[in-house]
């Protein structure tokens, strides 16, 4: 299931990027795809702490973490301020896990109602 959330979201990022640049424009777009990747990447944390509380083994320096986040932080300031792009195409972009999370569960729904 974490695997098809995984793919829906990087569906569903792709499919909105692209379609927010063809009606909006490329900063719109741009913006878009930065709210994806910040609700992909919060997804993807959300699930590390799931495994760090079952046990799965792993681990990264904090320096990694560091310069994940400040990589994350540079990406957004430059693309928000320099590009001049409105809140609604970031705001839009952090739905596209929730969007991924629910066509999941549908997916799921449909194929154990189908199958038996």
Do not use: C, H
Not at 35 to 44: D, E, Q, R, V
Not at 53 to 68: D, E, F, N, V
């Amino acid at each position: 299931m974490i695997r098809r959330i995984a793919w829906l979201v990087l569906a569903m990022a792709i499919a909105g990027t692209v379609t927010a640049a063809i009606l909006k424009g490329i900063a719109f777009a741009a913006a878009f795809l930065l709210g994806a990747a910040l609700s992909g990447a919060s997804l993807w944390r959300w699930k590390k702490i799931s495994d760090a509380i079952g046990g799965a083994s792993g681990r990264r320096s904090p320096l990694a973490w560091i310069l994940q986040l400040f990589l994350v932080v540079a990406a957004a300031f430059v693309i928000i301020v320099y590009l001049r792009v409105t809140a609604v195409a970031v705001f839009l972009g952090l739905l596209v896990s929730a969007a991924a999370i629910i066509a999941a569960i549908l997916l799921e729904l449909l194929w154990t109602t189908n199958s038996g």
